[in-house]
């Protein structure tokens, strides 16, 4: 696709509860970037894949999360038995790697703004 | 220790100010840098790279210190559209197989 795409947009979901967020990366970009941002801080780094394997989970918070992406397009990330901390914009990010020799910048979605009630 | 480290602000400044910011990072082998604008309830888009000769874009420069590790971003003469959250972007390499960090970001207000 032209953008990054992350669905939902929104989730609201009770503590405890099993959640999925999915994102859809650039056609192309072999990288992809997980991140978490809460009100007025900056991105918290999660996890990112190269192709299929993730490459850094260095970042998820613990085992309550996991994410995935079987065929190195489309990444889900998982998190199970949910709670009020948990609520964060989820960011997803990707990239194509070094363009001319200059990096070329991450390319995010418009992320999911996930509650937790 | 934060890896990346910014003033959170907010910088309240009348339009057409000249305005700068700073943002240290403490891994001396990182080897990419950036800066990225956020918009309220937006997601982060690149703003600009940072080399280490120093660059421009407009209204915008931007300087790296390697020795220092520090990192900055001058606008000058100011637009309201400045308004934003500017985040300071660290990597430990070229290419995109590395993990990037974030600042907690720098607010800017632009005043008429």
């Known amino acids: 696709g032209a953008g990054v795409s992350q669905t939902p947009s929104n989730k609201v979901t009770e503590k405890g509860k099993y959640v999925e967020l999915r994102c859809d990366p650039i056609s192309g970009h072999t990288a992809l970037y997980w991140y978490r941002q809460s009100l007025g801080q900056g991105p918290e780094f999660l996890i990112y894949f190269q192709g299929t394997g993730a490459a850094d989970d260095s970042g998820l918070p613990n085992d309550r999360f996991f994410a995935v992406r079987p065929e190195g397009s489309v990444s889900t990330l998982k998190i199970q038995r949910t709670e009020r901390g948990d609520s964060a914009v989820y960011l997803c990010?990707?990239?194509?790697?070094?363009?001319?020799?200059?990096?070329?910048?991450?390319?995010f979605g418009s992320g999911t703004r996930l509650t937790v009630v | 220790r934060k890896e990346v480290e910014q003033d959170p602000g907010p910088f309240n400044v009348p339009e057409g100010a000249t305005v700068a910011f700073n943002c240290t990072y403490s891994n001396s082998a990182s080897q990419s840098f950036f800066w990225y604008r956020q918009d309220c309830r937006k997601e982060p888009k690149l703003l600009m790279s940072v080399y280490s000769s120093g660059n421009e874009d407009g209204r915008f420069t931007a300087q790296l210190n390697r020795a220092s590790q520090y990192i900055s971003l001058l606008i000058r003469d100011s637009k309201l559209s400045d308004s934003a959250t500017y985040l300071c972007v660290v990597t430990t390499s070229y290419s995109s197989a590395s993990k990037i960090i974030f600042g907690s970001g720098t607010r800017l207000s632009i005043r008429p």
């Open positions: 990010a990707s990239t194509s790697g070094q363009t001319g020799g200059v990096f070329g910048g991450y390319t």
